[in-house]
């Protein structure tokens, strides 16, 4: 049986790292596409080539953020298959509102080439778009930005789950909410900082790793949903 290919893109340099590796332990072949922002880069590809298993830095065929059927075809050429598309997201503090607004029609296009390609090529594969909660954004000039892109990436999930499906192409949107990553902790309000969730603690990387490589390689029913990681924070009891 031919190796399972997923294709990661962007993201911050800690998250990509862990969620690859979770990968590359259940033996996929692991392409990444400007892994962790360009300063991280070359870092990151280095270290993740000593995990084992099959990893491939393709960014270079990425001439622009919403143009992806030139790697998508590199890939499925050099590997045979395509079996999911992940596309991270978390904010810095260069993320102001106009670059996070602008994330999202560059996400609809990329969701959309990559479910056009898996349907062309009549591969079943699953598209997971990972983004923030808005309740990572109380008190913060982000909130309302947040809030209307959260909506714009349920929608874009939804409409491309109803285009694909009869393909046999799924998407799925996963919403993350306390992330334990510096890049977080660096924008996070003093309220948010303070807050915990029943669990007792802040999601890590290896929390939306384990929840990742269970959608892209076990989750063979679920499309169209957006799945909720938060520790259980959107119950309310923590007052944001």
Request: net charge negative; glycine share 10%.
């Amino acid at each position: 049986m031919e190796k399972k290919v997923v294709l990661i893109q962007g993201g911050v340099a800690d998250l990509v790292r862990t969620v690859t590796a979770s990968l590359l332990a259940r033996d996929v072949t692991v392409v990444l596409s400007n892994p962790g922002g360009q300063a991280a880069h070359a870092a990151l590809i280095d270290d993740m080539k000593t995990a084992g298993g099959r990893l491939v830095d393709l960014t270079h065929l990425q001439t622009a953020a919403d143009d992806l059927k030139p790697m998508l075809e590199h890939i499925y050429q050099q590997y045979g298959s395509l079996d999911a598309v992940v596309n991270l997201f978390v904010p810095s503090a260069a993320t102001d509102a106009e670059v996070l607004l602008q994330y999202v029609p560059t996400l609809e296009k990329q969701v959309f080439a990559a479910g056009a390609f898996m349907a062309e090529k009549q591969i079943q594969g699953i598209v997971i778009n990972q983004f923030m909660m808005p309740t990572m954004f109380v008190d913060h000039p982000l909130n309302s930005a947040a809030s209307a892109a959260r909506g714009a990436v349920t929608g874009l999930t939804r409409a491309a789950c109803v285009r694909f499906g009869k393909s046999g192409v799924r998407v799925v949107g996963l919403f993350v909410g306390l992330l334990d990553l510096p890049e977080i902790k660096a924008i996070a309000s003093e309220r948010v900082l303070a807050a915990t969730t029943p669990l007792g603690r802040w999601i890590n990387a290896v929390d939306v790793a384990e929840t990742i490589n269970f959608m892209a390689l076990d989750s063979g029913y679920i499309t169209g949903q957006m799945l909720i990681l938060d520790g259980g924070m959107t119950s309310g009891i923590n007052g944001i």
